[in-house]
């Protein structure tokens, strides 16, 4: 009693109210919640448990043990935003629940405070590995976390040393790229790429393999290459720009440079797409005025409307090969692993080129107006 008030605590919400109110019985509504796949209950039933939660707000109390035998397998990437990791993730997700797990997916948006919260999650859970699909920014990390986890990388070959990895040579995409550019009669070719001032170091690999085809053709790759990044392209924006909007953004000034491109190569196919709709834009043509080629094969390139050529980097199959692998280091033997503490797998995945409509000959007709006007 509070100055002559007497203060009520408001009535506990239990499953037994949740049962009354979606009108099933306490034990469907814990089957329900607790997503056992013992017994399939219709969509409707499961519609009015949820909703009866929400409408009387119940919340379930969860209480992790360390006895508990859920089996979960965590995932970093760097962007939801780039479709690769998207394909990656979905073909992860799959592989882990056929084998009888659940994958739990991170972004980290590539910031230093945002893996070490991660790191923290995962190794304060009980998560069974961690598959981290780019180099960390924090080199420190790492080496904390396969002192208490199972850890495996998916990144540029090179990029890291210390851990299974399952790598990308971004060396040899780029090297596909400039090969068939070249090979139309491309000397002009814009590569652009969102920032450079990161660890990982597949763009700039792959802006190496480009510049090397070209050299190994007898052309001066300084003359035929040209790098546009947002750190040089888009200073006065306050945010960053990334995908579709970077691509946009930066052909838009090109294009409206008159400069003499003939050919685009960006590091991932949404951004690709950002382009070719500012040459849409422009009342441009693809590929008559302008080719481009994309990166990773993802769905986007293979829409009709869109028809990119771009480099296939095999992403659902990696997928599923860095859960088969990480499944493998959480069942081994622990004397096994600490016979070899420095042992390490490494597995790699030729890139392929495939040709679609988003690339042609280079119009020789608008070069020759161009150096006339």
Do not use: W
Request: proline fraction near 4%; glycine fraction near 6%.
């Amino acid at each position: 009693m509070a100055n002559g008030v007497y203060c009520m605590r408001p009535k506990r919400i239990t499953a037994k109210d949740v049962a009354q109110r979606a009108g099933v019985s306490p034990t469907t509504v814990s089957m329900i919640l607790n997503g056992g796949n013992e017994t399939k209950f219709p969509e409707e039933t499961c519609r009015r448990v949820i909703a009866a939660c929400k409408e009387l707000g119940y919340v379930r109390k969860i209480t992790i043990k360390e006895t508990d035998t859920t089996k979960a397998i965590a995932a970093v990437v760097p962007s939801f935003s780039n479709l690769s990791y998207v394909h990656t993730l979905e073909a992860m997700q799959q592989r882990a629940k056929e084998l009888g797990y659940t994958l739990i997916a991170f972004n980290s948006f590539r910031e230093v405070a945002q893996e070490a919260a991660i790191a923290k999650i995962c190794t304060q859970f009980p998560i069974a590995g961690i598959i981290v699909c780019y180099p960390f920014e924090d080199d420190t990390l790492p080496q904390l976390i396969q002192a208490d986890k199972p850890l495996m990388f998916h990144c540029n070959k090179g990029d890291c040393r210390y851990a299974t990895v399952l790598e990308i040579d971004g060396l040899k995409m780029g090297a596909l790229i400039g090969e068939h550019l070249c090979a139309l009669g491309h000397r002009r070719v814009a590569f652009v790429s969102s920032t450079f001032n990161t660890k990982q170091s597949t763009r700039i690999q792959r802006l190496e393999g480009l510049r090397s085809a070209y050299s190994a053709k007898g052309f001066d790759p300084d003359q035929c290459i040209r790098v546009y990044t947002p750190d040089t392209e888009l200073v006065e924006s306050s945010f960053p720009a990334e995908g579709y909007e970077l691509g946009f953004a930066i052909a838009q000034r090109i294009i409206q440079r008159d400069e003499d491109i003939t050919a685009f190569v960006t590091i991932n196919d949404v951004i690709a797409v950002g382009i070719k709709d500012a040459i849409l834009k422009a009342g441009k043509r693809v590929p008559e005025d302008y080719s481009i080629c994309g990166c990773d094969n993802t769905d986007l390139s293979k829409y009709e409307t869109v028809s990119l050529t771009s480099v296939d980097a095999y992403t659902r199959q990696t997928g599923r090969e860095l859960v088969n692998i990480m499944v493998k280091k959480i069942n081994s033997d622990a004397s096994e692993q600490n016979s070899n503490p420095e042992g390490v797998t490494r597995v790699e995945y030729y890139p392929k080129l495939v040709v679609r409509g988003s690339t042609g000959p280079v119009n020789s007709h608008r070069l020759r107006t161009k150096r006339t006007s």
